[in-house]
């Protein structure tokens, strides 16, 4: 297999990790009213059909994978609760390996159900909480005082994590402002502290990906909306960068960048996706 064939890399793809909103449904502000795009619920068929291992993973943190998963099924997807992941599936993952045991959240149970369920010690933004990790996530709840605690956590020493650094996402009509962003940037600011993300477009979204997909990362293919998460991660791990139009990207978006930062594929939606794997599959 030629490396520089994007097609015959897409036909030895051992894996897939689609984005969710604005590659496989839309919904609104809020997450709500999902809604599946054209080819979504046929594409996931198709892969689980032939029997390639794959995940959703979306940098939302509303609600807990698996409850993401529920919601899936409800309007036609055929996903199974492990296929779904969130900032907070790759956040268990990182944070064990710093060896971190009591984490602030600033965020729902999207984000503290998962970590409290993989042992650890999740505590609330509150005025003298000790805490060795800080996560931001989605938090449209976010107060003063939660800033003030999360700040003193970091001035003892806690390390700043981010579930994205990406500042919108694609909804039905145009696009959302995220918080994780707005929120780690103020403590930031304040404490001068650094921020490690979690979700995408980091290294360790696309391990933790991998890892639940039994594959390296250079043999799978990432397929996404956005132009600053699908594809970079996609070319941190040596993965194929397959770009759709139907959310914050179109084709234009890469027409500036450099060769080495334009996804490998670019199709309307995963409906030609869905069309071009037909195609090399012969059916």
């Not at 956005?226 to 139907?246: F, N, Y």
Request: proline share 7%; with cysteine.
């Amino acid at each position: 297999m030629r490396v520089d064939d994007p097609l015959a890399r897409l036909r030895h793809a051992r894996g897939f990790v689609f984005d969710m909103d604005g590659t496989l449904v839309l919904g609104d502000r809020g997450g709500r009213g999902l809604r599946p795009l054209p080819g979504a619920v046929e594409i996931i068929s198709w892969v689980a059909g032939r029997g390639l291992p794959f995940v959703v993973f979306t940098n939302g943190t509303t609600r807990t994978p698996a409850r993401l998963a529920g919601i899936m099924r409800e309007i036609g997807f055929g996903l199974p609760d492990e296929a779904m992941m969130t900032p907070a599936s790759s956040a268990v993952r990182v944070l064990r390996r710093a060896g971190h045991e009591r984490v602030m959240v600033l965020g729902g149970p999207g984000l503290t159900s998962p970590l409290a369920e993989a042992g650890f010690e999740v505590v609330p933004p509150a005025a003298g909480t000790a805490a060795d990790a800080v996560l931001a996530g989605w938090f449209p709840e976010f107060t003063m005082p939660a800033l003030e605690a999360a700040c003193h956590a970091v001035w003892d020493g806690a390390t700043l994590y981010s579930a994205s650094q990406t500042p919108f996402f694609a909804v039905d009509g145009g696009r959302a402002l995220g918080t994780s962003r707005a929120i780690s940037a103020m403590i930031r600011s304040l404490t001068g502290c650094a921020v490690r993300v979690v979700g995408k477009p980091s290294l360790d979204a696309l391990r933790s990906a991998a890892d639940r997909l039994g594959a390296s990362p250079a043999r799978l293919a990432v397929v996404g909306d956005d132009p600053q998460l699908e594809v970079p991660m996609a070319h941190r791990g040596r993965s194929l960068a397959i770009a759709v139009q139907t959310g914050l990207g179109s084709a234009a978006s890469y027409d500036a960048l450099p060769v080495s930062r334009r996804p490998h594929l670019c199709v309307r939606g995963v409906d030609e996706l869905l069309e071009m794997l037909g195609g090399a599959d012969g059916g």
